[in-house]
């Protein structure tokens, strides 16, 4: 069974979860004897790092790393013929430009070929307001030609909002599913952690303020790091928020990191207290599980599908607003060693029952198999 991946960024680009996310998923299909080929970009990717423009068999199937993008007529003929050498063409992203270029090739020529569409919840009322005039007309292309597509969720809301467009569509939902880094056995801080990119959506800004009405982390030696950058488009998000810090005097209290990859990363989910994720959505949120993982509580606003926090006792699943926020961050601050390290022994479990690719791949695979089985018949 071939499965193939044209993607807009890949590991070992970090400019996004489904760079890991997708990796762990095909390496995982290949270990299982499934045929993942990828083809994407060099987006985030230093020259010495990958072989560019050329085949690489690795070990989670074959890539083609293109510097020239979707656009070249290079590019182009290897997705096309991949298209037409797969059994079905796995999408993730509504609105790149290898997803639209694919889409549209497969619908005119092998139209009765199965889709697989990862939505990564694009299809959020806060994300569709982000380009709405770009993103309107494809949307209506898609509906026009929407025969043969199966959407993936990762979240019950997920669900909800591409029902909301493709009513008719079938839907299928598997949350993602990482391998998990090696356990750090390091000795946490009373320190909080925000890790991700600096983007109005995740409310960074709402976090800063429950900060300031945090009684217990203004009157603690807590401090909240933030990790993550800004792509150049939103570099006034972060001088909002050194403006905001500024006027609540939280200098002392909260310090940007900048972007961490690999153990430096690791290192800072393991030595933090908890952290904190109050996006105004999510489709998923690896960072939780890779805070988890670390044993690392988390507290994840309502916007993000994080109910299981609460189902465990791993964590919180609160409101973003700030004075909610702001009861949150006490209540986790103010619990007894024991009770802590309970909830830091639920975070691993969570993780092992849930999240572990490895041992959860096969409900992708039953479902590759199923969607063969529907084009047999």
Known sequence: ???????????????????????????????????????????GIEKDKVVFDEWIKSDCGDVYYSTKGVFSFSTIKIISREIANTDI??????????????????????????????????????????SSWKKKPLLFLYKLFNKNIVYHSTSKQETEGIKKIFPKSKVISLPNLLSPSKRLDLQNSNDLLYVGRIHPIKSLHKLISALALSDVFMESSSKLFIVGKQEDRHNYYKEELESQIEELKLQNKIVFKGHLEGDDKEKMYASSYALILPSETENFGNVVVESLNQGTPVIASKGTPWEILEEYNAGL?????????????????????????????????????????????????????????????
């Open 1 to 43: 069974m071939k499965i193939f991946f044209p993607l807009g960024a890949f590991y070992p680009s970090q400019i996004g979860g489904p760079c890991n996310t997708l990796y762990w998923h095909c390496c995982a299909l290949k270990h299982n004897s499934v045929e993942p080929t990828v083809i994407t970009t060099t987006v």
């Open 317 to 377: 699943h609160v409101s973003n607003e700030p004075q909610k926020l702001a009861k949150a961050i006490d209540a986790l601050l103010q619990l007894d060693k024991i009770e802590y390290k309970q909830m830091r022994l639920n975070s691993y479990k969570l993780v092992d029952e849930n999240f572990k690719v490895d041992t959860q791949i096969h409900k992708w695979i039953e479902i590759y198999k199923n969607i063969l089985d529907e084009n047999t018949k």
């Open 89 to 130: 063409l796995h999408l993730n992203s509504l609105f790149s430009a290898f997803s639209i270029y694919s889409f549209i090739y497969k619908s005119l020529f092998y139209p009765k070929k199965k889709i697989v569409w990862s939505v990564r919840g694009e299809l959020n009322d806060n994300a569709l307001k982000y």
